[in-house]
């Protein structure tokens, strides 16, 4: 029986045999000792029981470091997602795991930022009780809930069109007092803030007739019906622009350079200079079948931005293999804090420090990627057939 890793509530003394590596020039570090790097580097990275050791090797250093966090933190969040699953009595000790560890650790959150596909499936039974569980747990918690949906959020949309549109948990965190998500069924975002902090929570979304949908980052039915375009992708995008402090994006699908789906999410690309770090799930953490190559990437940077995007899933244990999520600490001085968490093992797995200079370097030239002067595409002219014909070599 292999022994479960408990928080160290001491506070460091000092963070002597801690290396800090940095993930790029600029954009932070990932905290990791030095031994436990070492024992990793000869890991079997299919070993199935590789990780779980890992995790606990390193829980008492990110437990220090937590405890140190948790004293500075002017900010708390518990972000989530992907409990998805039809069956409640998995869905329940998955909660129990995630809920208990999430008590041992004090709720150290004002917030819970919840980034979609709560539940999975069509069986209306099944979607009833999944919701149920949920809203009796998190309730409990009596901290304020913002949902993002994700694509399984439609399942039983997907599968009954000729009716209208039903999206249980939507639906009950909608109705349920305190709790947040976009106010009709059609709408593509919400704000709100954590302190000063704006954060826009970027959603799948659906006609109230079901006419059309969009899930996994792009129009899934009804593209003929479909009523945004890139004028409200600029839009948002200006509001964005306009915001006074820095700003935090959540949503169940990342940006270009993320794991999985982003069609849609792009459409918002270049973000405002006001972006400081983007949440989001779909990816589940060690899902191979889905995950393939970044099956265990937790952190990645927007393409063309210095803005990292921050894998939170999943909260489930089939394709995810463990219940994860992540602590989220904004500090007083504007900087920011991820504790990757490992709720079947009581452990920290990573933590990562965004650095404060995020904002983009060389924003004007970098939006050359994205709104090229007209002739140009992606910074380099475009050249006409009857042009290419009369060059030598047929290219520039």
């Not at 020039?25 to 000869?42: I, K, Q, R, V």
């Not at 589940?284 to 970044?294: L, Q, R, Y």
């Amino acid at each position: 029986m292999k022994k479960t890793a408990t928080p160290d509530k001491r506070l460091p003394q000092a963070l002597g045999g801690i290396d800090i590596f940095p993930l790029r020039p600029g954009t932070g570090a990932l905290l990791c000792s030095a031994d436990a790097l070492d024992e990793m580097e000869g890991s079997d990275p299919f070993d199935p029981g590789g990780e779980e050791e890992r995790d606990q090797k390193m829980s008492t250093m990110f437990d220090d470091l937590y405890q140190e966090s948790l004293v500075r933190a002017e900010h708390k969040v518990w972000i989530l997602s992907d409990l998805q699953q039809g069956l409640p009595e998995n869905t329940r000790r998955c909660l129990a795991a995630g809920i208990s560890d999430f008590e041992l650790l004090g709720r150290p959150a004002e917030q819970i930022w919840y980034l979609g596909d709560a539940v999975e499936g069509v069986e209306a039974d099944r979607l009833a009780a999944m919701c149920r569980l949920q809203e009796e747990a998190f309730a409990s918690l009596r901290i304020p809930l913002c949902y993002a949906t994700g694509n399984h959020d439609y399942d039983y949309s997907r599968t009954h069109r000729d009716q209208a549109p039903w999206m249980p948990f939507y639906e009950m965190v909608r109705d349920h007092p305190g709790w947040k998500t976009t106010a009709k069924s059609e709408d593509f975002y919400f704000r709100t803030q954590i302190g000063k902090y704006p954060v826009y929570f970027l959603c799948d979304h659906v006609s109230q007739t079901n006419g059309w949908c969009v899930t996994h980052s792009r129009v899934a039915w009804g593209r003929e019906n479909y009523p945004y375009t890139d004028d409200d992708a600029q839009a948002l995008k200006a509001k964005m622009a306009a915001e006074t402090e820095p700003m935090i994006t959540c949503g169940h699908y990342g940006f270009s350079g993320c794991n999985r789906d982003h069609e849609l999410m792009d459409h918002l690309l270049p973000l405002p200079k006001t972006e400081r770090v983007h949440f989001y799930g779909h990816s589940h953490i060690g899902d191979w079948a889905w995950g393939k190559k970044d099956a265990w990437r937790r952190i990645c940077w927007v393409d063309w931005h210095d803005v990292p995007q921050i894998d939170v899933s999943s909260f489930e244990n089939i394709r995810g293999r463990h219940c994860r999520s992540v602590l989220f600490h904004i500090y007083a001085d504007g900087n920011m804090g991820v504790f990757f968490r490992n709720h079947d093992l009581h452990c920290f797995t990573e933590a990562y420090f965004p650095a404060g200079e995020n904002a983009p370097q060389g924003w004007d030239g970098m939006r050359l990627r994205y709104d090229p002067p007209q002739g140009t595409e992606g910074g380099q002219t475009v050249r006409t057939k009857k042009e290419e014909a009369a060059s030598p070599s047929g290219r520039s």
